[in-house]
């Protein structure tokens, strides 16, 4: 089995900044891209922003210059660094992963989802 916990979401004024993390534990053979996508009450879930395991990235347009994905292949972990934040940043944050686990002999291979992280921005 495998999972991915979130840390680093809360409550936060505008302007400021949170940096989320994503760790993903088990038995990972291969993590292919991972990403970041949140959900608004009332609204899609949506991406934010993805990294491939070359480190190549792509962002949703409305957080580009604000929102820095990164991530470290070593401890299987993703993060979304996040400035400048604005109140319809406020959201819960999923963590996403395409990946590879080994559970006895046989291989998995899907797509998988955090719990989520509640980021929340006042004004």
């Known amino acids: 089995q495998v999972q991915l916990v979130e840390s680093g979401g809360g409550l936060v004024q505008a302007g400021g900044s949170l940096r989320l993390s994503c760790a993903a534990s088990g038995s990972v053979l291969r993590i292919n891209t991972m990403g970041w996508h949140r959900q608004a009450p009332g609204k899609q879930r949506e991406l934010v922003a993805a990294?491939?395991?070359?480190?190549?990235?792509n962002y949703e347009d409305s957080v580009k210059g604000r929102f820095t994905i990164s991530r470290d292949n070593a401890k299987n972990t993703v993060y979304l660094q996040m400035n400048s934040l604005k109140p319809e940043d406020t959201a819960v944050y999923y963590c996403?992963?395409?990946?590879?686990?080994?559970?006895?002999?046989?291989?998995?291979?899907?797509?998988?989802w955090g719990q989520g992280t509640q980021v929340t921005v006042s004004s």
């Open positions: 990294i491939t395991n070359g480190g190549r990235t």
């Open positions: 996403n992963a395409d990946l590879t686990y080994y559970s006895d002999t046989y291989r998995y291979s899907g797509s998988y």
